[in-house]
T-cell receptor
Framework: GEDVEQSLFLSVREGDSSVINCTYT??????LYWYKQEPGAGLQLLTY?????DMKQDQRLTVLLNKKDKHLSLRIADTQTGDSAIYFC???????????FGAGTTVTVRA | NAGVMQNPRHLVRRRGQEARLRCSPM?????VYWYRQLPEEGLKFMVY????????ESGMPKERFSAEFPKEGPSILRIQQVVRGDSAAYFC???????????FGQGTRLTVV
């Protein structure tokens, strides 16, 4: 398909790990991104990974990239209530500045 | 350093009217990008501007849509003769030169009635 795809909803218990999955379209994408949007706020860049990497870890966040399957995932360890938000996966398409986004995964953290 | 500021946050227009969406980039950012998010879809790239220049407008509809980023003042996305299908959230992002990290505003929700 032509769209970046991600599941729409994820519910996770506080303290558990969250895994958000995404499939992208362009095998030549240079960068892949994860953005977070809290209610009433703009998109906040969480992390990005260069396409020649398989994994990137940043505190509670772990990004895994499978280029063969064009699959990107974001793992949030020890999920907190403040992690409740919409998470967008994005790929650069053709140029580093031009991004194509998925529809977003709404993560709900329950006590 | 204030973030990317977009206004208005919500805009309602009747069919046939004009919509003007404003975006003030972060201080020191000379690159501005506009994206559109239709209901239940991801954000789609529309246009990339630098001061007084349109660098890439490959995502802009061919008619009724225009964008500018003047030497002074905010970037403006202008939609003439709006139709119901223009109802969407319009996001602006900015970045300094030489970086892939774009910072997004809160978006303007346009509703055409």
């Amino acid at each position: 398909g032509e769209d970046v795809e991600q599941s729409l909803f994820l519910s996770v218990r506080e303290g558990d790990s969250s895994v958000i999955n995404c499939t992208y379209t362009d095998s030549s994408s240079t960068y892949l991104y994860w953005y977070k949007q809290e209610p009433g706020a703009g998109l906040q860049l969480l992390t990005y990974i260069f396409s020649n990497m398989d994994m990137k870890q940043d505190q509670r966040l772990t990004v895994l990239l499978n280029k063969k399957d064009k699959h990107l995932s974001l793992r949030i360890a020890d999920t907190q209530t403040g992690d409740s938000a919409i998470y967008f996966c994005a790929e650069s398409i053709g140029s580093d500045y031009k991004l194509s986004f998925g529809a977003g995964t709404t993560v709900t953290v329950r006590a | 350093n204030a973030g990317v500021m977009q206004n208005p946050r919500h805009l309602v227009r009747r069919r046939g009217q004009e919509a003007r969406l404003r975006c003030s980039p972060m201080k020191g950012h000379s690159h501005v990008y506009w994206y559109r998010q239709l209901p239940e879809e991801g954000l789609k790239f529309m246009v990339y501007l630098q001061k007084e220049n349109i660098i890439d407008e490959s995502g802009m509809p061919k008619e009724r849509f225009s964008a500018e980023f003047p030497k002074e003042g905010p970037s403006i996305l202008r939609i003439q003769q709006v139709v119901r299908g223009d109802s969407a959230a319009y996001f602006c992002a900015s970045s300094p030169p030489g970086t892939v990290e774009a910072f997004f505003g809160q978006g303007t929700r346009l509703t055409v009635v």
